[in-house]
């Protein structure tokens, strides 16, 4: 195979796991609640439903910058002190406004955890498949990560994400196909290159596809459970459906694209 080919990798969820982090501060966060405030509580099938409509609202915004899981646990909880206010007695309501302020604090650790790089790993079998992709001449490598710049700082140095890539690209929000022709200098390369989007979501893979033909898509599914990103539901109920597009392939596992044949695969109608 002589065409250069350009990879360029999700981060989250594709090469290290971090939607666990959220989801566990979600979870804390509701129990903290129901524990907190008991049987003044509306249903969790009420709550959960505007809790991600309150996150969807902010995103436009914030995006994946830090602070946006927070205040939008703050936002309900506010709403759910006015909702006390309406049936809770004087004297308890008053025990709730005493406990306020150390209440906040608490709901801004609880929404800031998903941004404890601490915590986080690699896939497993990801390092080493970068380190067998990066040793072979046909491939290039890069990064196109949706994440808070001024945390992925540190964040990469704790992972030691730069031995693997030859550029990095953080964006605050959703991708687009203009971030992945940045990322992959594709003006510049695309007469001698092919080009892959490699992620765990739907929206790490169909930005790309719409550059050209020149792209493809691998896609490894990993459940995600934010509401502005690929949440579908496959046969299996944690593993979401694969993308039905004859330039996208879906693997099982991080540890299968050294399997990839990658030269016939680029000969696949288009």
């Given at each position: 195979m002589d065409t250069n080919v350009i990879l360029v990798f999700d981060g989250d969820d594709t090469l290290w796991m971090n939607e666990w982090q959220y989801s566990k501060a979600r979870a804390e966060f509701l129990s903290f609640l129901y524990t907190e405030f008991g049987d003044l509580m509306p249903t969790i099938a009420l709550l959960m439903p505007r809790y991600f409509a309150i996150d969807h609202d902010l995103f436009p915004i914030w995006g994946i910058e830090r602070g946006r899981v927070s205040r939008a646990m703050q936002i309900v909880y506010h709403e759910l002190l006015e909702y006390f206010k309406e049936k809770a007695p004087p004297d308890r309501m008053a025990e709730i406004l005493?406990?306020?302020?150390?209440?906040?604090?608490?709901?801004?650790?609880?929404?800031?955890?998903?941004?404890?790089?601490?915590?986080?790993?690699?896939?497993?079998?990801?390092?080493?498949?970068?380190?067998?992709?990066?040793?072979?001449?046909?491939?290039?490598?890069?990064?196109?990560?949706?994440?808070?710049?001024?945390?992925?700082?540190?964040?990469?140095?704790?992972?030691?994400?730069?031995?693997?890539?030859?550029?990095?690209?953080?964006?605050?929000?959703?991708?687009?196909?203009?971030?992945?022709?940045?990322?992959?200098?594709?003006?510049?390369?695309?007469?001698?290159?092919?080009?892959?989007?490699?992620?765990?979501?739907?929206?790490?893979?169909?930005?790309?596809?719409?550059?050209?033909?020149?792209?493809?898509?691998?896609?490894?599914?990993?459940?995600?459970?934010?509401?502005?990103?690929?949440?579908?539901?496959?046969?299996?109920?944690?593993?979401?459906?694969p993308i039905e597009d004859e330039r996208v392939l879906t693997l099982r596992s991080i540890k299968d694209l050294t399997s990839v044949d990658f030269e016939s695969f680029l000969k696949a109608p288009r």
């Open positions: 005493e406990k306020q302020e150390n209440h906040e604090k608490q709901i801004f650790e609880l929404g800031d955890q998903p941004f404890d790089f601490y915590d986080m790993h690699w896939v497993e079998g990801a390092e080493e498949v970068l380190t067998e992709i990066k040793q072979d001449g046909r491939f290039t490598l890069r990064l196109l990560t949706s994440y808070d710049a001024k945390v992925w700082r540190e964040r990469s140095k704790y992972l030691g994400v730069d031995r693997f890539f030859d550029g990095i690209k953080t964006v605050p929000g959703r991708k687009t196909k203009h971030d992945f022709v940045d990322v992959s200098d594709y003006w510049r390369t695309l007469h001698k290159s092919r080009f892959y989007a490699i992620g765990n979501g739907e929206s790490d893979i169909r930005p790309a596809l719409e550059i050209s033909p020149l792209w493809r898509g691998i896609y490894i599914p990993h459940a995600s459970s934010s509401p502005v990103f690929n949440n579908k539901q496959g046969v299996e109920a944690y593993i979401p459906p």
